[in-house]
Nanobody, 118 residues
């Protein structure tokens, strides 16, 4: 049973923007913090951003000021707006869900590739 489905990845030029979406099953979305991780080739998966039900957000230092996470509770969807993209943002981006006061992933999506060319 698919519970987190990402979309929106692709190839972009440096400096451009992209929006990722993650559609979650209602039971997961309404009960959990949501967020994004990413994994670049040859590197470990790293935290990118998270948002809890109350709307509070947390960002990795590397994306703070460039990426924006938001959630649409009516659509059971979380978004990650990627702005001012850099080649080092190239990675597979994974949606994650779990935890209440903070993101503690229990559920993972299949990932969506974002490639930033210079």
């Amino acid at each position: 049973q698919v519970q987190l489905v990402e979309s929106g990845g692709g190839l972009v030029q440096a400096g451009e923007s992209r929006r990722l979406s993650c559609a979650a099953s209602r039971g997961i979305f309404s009960a959990n913090a949501m967020g994004w991780y990413r994994q670049a080739p040859g590197k470990q998966r790293e935290f990118v951003a998270s948002i809890i039900m109350g709307g509070s957000t947390v960002y990795a230092e590397s994306v703070k000021g460039r990426f924006i996470i938001s959630r649409d509770n009516a659509k059971n969807t979380v978004y990650l707006q990627l702005n001012s993209l850099k080649p080092e943002d190239t990675a597979v981006y994974y949606c994650a869900a779990g935890g209440v006061t903070g993101l503690k992933p229990t559920y993972w999506g299949q990932g969506t590739q974002v490639t930033v060319s210079s």
